[in-house]
């Protein structure tokens, strides 16, 4: 009984912590910068008029869109790691952010009057394209021969990631001095350009997807049982798999569509959820979208501020530490094996 009553104490500190780090993030984001704002003038509204435009046309936009990039990836994390029983999964080792940063390098090297005419938008859709395209060939891989097994859908993405990889590496080697810089900021995720539009359609596609995820999440925990035991209960496994991925795919591709590749947070939020609270689909998908929009904003923060006023991309802090991360995890679950 002890035990029951602390659950929910638990649970509402939980869910305070998770709070209080998104919003200390969010905070320390706006103030911080080669142009630092106070928090006293900024919770006041107290700033001059080049402190307002810094924070309305710069800070803001680029906050919110790493925040809600940040929501996509965690969350399609959480749910392809539901999906596959397997919390080494994520979106970019399935190969989607391939697909979508593969299309976006078609449109910069092979077709560089569409970013002038389209600009973001060119990029961004050729992105999210990408990343349905490279959905429906994983799905179609996977289901060669018999009806797509958990595993065959995995390797396929693993698959399809390798040749996606390959030829984005073919189109760096064709791409010239300008396309290259362009490419290689893209490949390695930047929220630079962060515009008010962008931020709105992001938000726009992110949280309808986050919520019907949300609506997977008592099929996703009765997935945990085994796939066998999931269809005695009820659940449609061809449907759920094909849901999860769609969704999936959707909330990746329109994060990629805005940022380039950041790696590792579909990977590293929701098994920090997991370790600090539990595996509960109901739970783990909301807080991970909480906790990865923490981490990717603290990221972008640090990647514009260490060496400030040059920039780095937040591709490559994320990769430092989700790197190490992954390999703690497959270490750990190792030697779990063995014992």
Not at 33 to 62: C, E, K
Not at 224 to 249: C, F, M
Not at 262 to 288: E, M, N, Q, Y
Request: proline share 4%; with cysteine.
């Amino acid at each position: 009984m002890q035990t029951l009553s602390a659950m929910p104490y638990k649970s509402t500190r939980i869910w305070l912590l998770l709070g209080a780090s998104l919003t200390v993030a969010t905070l320390g984001a706006v103030m911080l910068g080669a142009y630092s704002l106070t928090w006293r003038s900024v919770l006041n509204f107290d700033l001059s008029s080049q402190d307002w435009m810094i924070l309305w046309h710069i800070r803001l936009p680029r906050v919110l869109l790493a925040g809600v990039v940040g929501a996509a990836l965690a969350v399609s994390g959480a749910a392809l790691q539901g999906l596959f029983r397997n919390p080494l999964a994520d979106p970019g080792l399935i190969g989607i952010s391939s697909g979508s940063a593969l299309a976006a390098a078609l449109v910069i090297v092979l077709f560089p009057f569409s970013t002038g005419w389209m600009g973001l938008y060119g990029l961004s859709v050729a992105a999210f394209l990408g990343g349905a395209a490279t959905c429906w060939l994983i799905f179609k891989v996977g289901q060669l021969g018999a009806a797509s097994s958990l595993a065959h859908l995995i390797l396929a993405g693993i698959a399809v990631n390798a040749m996606c990889a390959a030829a984005v590496g073919f189109l760096t080697y064709l791409s010239t001095y300008e396309q290259l810089r362009t490419l290689t900021f893209w490949t390695m995720g930047s929220f630079g350009g962060a515009l008010w539009p962008s931020v709105g359609v992001s938000f726009t596609i992110t949280l309808p997807v986050i919520g019907m995820l949300m609506r997977q999440s008592g099929d996703l925990n009765r997935l945990l049982l085994g796939e066998q035991e999931a269809r005695y209960l009820g659940t449609d496994t061809e449907k759920l798999k094909t849901r999860v991925i769609t969704l999936s795919a959707v909330a990746v591709g329109a994060a990629v569509a805005v940022s380039g590749i950041v790696g590792f947070i579909g990977l590293v939020a929701p098994h920090l959820v997991r370790l600090l609270w539990k595996a509960d689909h109901r739970v783990l998908i909301p807080a991970s979208a909480v906790l990865g929009a923490a981490l990717t904003i603290s990221a972008d923060t640090l990647a514009r501020t260490l060496f400030a006023p040059a920039e780095m991309p937040v591709g490559i802090l994320t990769s430092l530490i989700g790197g190490p991360f992954f390999l703690w995890l497959l270490l750990s679950r190792k030697s779990g094996v063995r014992s």
